[in-house]
Nanobody, 118 residues
Framework: QVHLVESGGGLVQAGGSLRLSCAAPGTIFRLYTMGWFRQAPGKQRELVASITVSGTINCADSVKGRFTISRDYAKTTVSLQMNSLRPEDTAVYYC????????????WGQGTQVTVSS
């Protein structure tokens, strides 16, 4: 079974930090691009950042310089370190596997809520 499980969401003040983690099966993690997408109310789901098996990173302009995506090959997890959070970062954040460019792959987590208060 393919299960992506996110953790680390929560409520923080603007300017604060939060770290999201996504646990993936090793067979998926070691073969596919991993990424984070987010969806705010009334908006389309959008790519936040992704990282390929070889370490190539793609990230949205809106989070560049503030968010960092990384892979832990030993634990088969992908993390999203979010710094300098803004209210507009408020969204449900979803882990994804198998994506290409800005397009998501077929495997999703169930999402974790990130709320940034002003």
């Amino acid at each position: 079974q393919v299960h992506l499980v996110e953790s680390g969401g929560g409520l923080v003040q603007a300017g604060g930090s939060l770290r999201l983690s996504c646990a993936a099966p090793g067979t998926i993690f070691r073969l596919y691009t991993m990424g984070w997408f987010r969806q705010a109310p009334g908006k389309q789901r959008e790519l936040v950042a992704s990282i390929t098996v070889s370490g190539t990173i793609n990230c949205a302009d809106s989070v560049k310089g503030r968010f960092t995506i990384s892979r832990d090959y030993a634990k088969t997890t992908v993390s999203l370190q979010m710094n300098s959070l803004r209210p507009e970062d408020t969204a449900v954040y979803y882990c994804n596997a198998g994506g290409w460019s800005t397009k998501p792959g077929d495997y999703w987590g169930q999402g974790t809520q990130v709320t940034v208060s002003s």
